[in-house]
């Protein structure tokens, strides 16, 4: 999909206001995700689904991609199926409280 046509839905801001090269992602007070560019020239993203505002992650995932949206699009979509409870490798018990979360205060899902 082309860069401009990657429209993201949740909040995004500097992870420290003087570096352009890491964002962290908000869905409303919750921490949904990361994203930084590697030395290589990609981006690598990580999201996980908490119970709690900052953490620990009940389940997360990682991944690279080719620029910044592609990678805050990935994390986006990989949050909202873990919430939906239908991300891969789930375990039944975090699948259930996952979608238990999905009707939390600035959760957008659901």
Known sequence: MP?????LKYN?????????????????KWLMGYIGLHHMGYWTWG?????????????GATGME????????AVENCYERMLAGDWPG???KVRARAMSLAGREGRKYG
Do not use: N, Q, V
């Open 90 to 92: 789930m375990s039944d």
């Open 12 to 28: 995004w801001r500097r992870k420290w206001p003087d570096e352009d090269d890491k964002f962290s992602g908000f869905d409303g």
């Open 66 to 73: 080719p620029t910044a949206r592609a990678a805050a699009k």
């Open 3 to 7: 860069e401009e046509k990657i429209t």
């Open 47 to 59: 999201s996980g689904l908490s119970e709690y505002e900052k953490g620990p992650a009940l389940h």
